[in-house]
């Protein structure tokens, strides 16, 4: 399997396409992502931060084609008890071509955004906004983390599952997005990876 590697000014058009492709599937309607003032503005985005210390984006290439892809960014915060340097990690444009779903590749490059985020950039936390789909995936990378423990009181499904409290670890919580925008609960204290569904 092809692994994720750093984009570079050469990926943007792919990068644009996957974002595009992650508000198709966020139900972001036709007419708004049709709008050519978001597009510019998002490619203007991914040139200036593709090469940026404080963000990752990666892709995942295969004979030539970009398959995957997603990104990572280190914010300024204010510091908190759940931040308290004040960086908060925040991944998004995840996704995946529909022909390559299911070969692993969104796990490749969330793994790799997550690693890059808490060990090499010092995020305090890693907050995301996934669809359903991809929230299975991030659910059962926390789940399976030696780092992670169920956040009480999180929702964990759209259906409302709860995690339960632990007494060690930073909490990794999914937290339902109502298409196409919705706010976001304030993460809780422990918290390391937040997913917005």
Not at 6 to 35: K, Q
Not at 99 to 125: I, K, N, Y
């Amino acid at each position: 399997m092809p692994r994720p590697r750093r984009a570079t000014a050469d990926d943007i058009d792919d990068c644009m396409r996957l974002r595009v492709l992650m508000f198709e599937a966020m139900g972001t309607p036709p007419a708004a992502l049709a709008d050519p003032t978001w597009r510019e503005a998002a490619r203007a985005w991914f040139t200036a931060k593709v090469d940026d210390e404080q963000t990752l984006v990666l892709v995942v290439e295969e004979e030539g084609q970009v398959l995957a892809g997603g990104l990572a960014e280190v914010l300024p915060a204010i510091p908190a008890p759940t931040l308290p340097h004040g960086r908060l990690g925040f991944v998004s444009n995840v996704a995946t071509l529909p022909h390559a779903r299911g070969r692993g590749f969104a796990r490749a490059v969330m793994t790799e955004l997550v690693r890059w985020l808490e060990q090499d950039a010092g995020a305090d936390r890693v907050d995301l906004a996934a669809t359903a789909g991809g929230a299975v995936i991030y659910r059962s990378m926390a789940s399976r983390s030696r780092r992670s423990r169920p956040c009480a009181g999180c929702r964990t499904t759209a259906g409302g599952e709860r995690g339960s409290p632990a007494p060690h670890g930073p909490a990794y919580a999914v937290v339902p997005l109502r298409p196409p925008y919705a706010a976001r609960r304030p993460p809780g204290p422990g918290d390391r990876l937040v997913v917005v569904t």
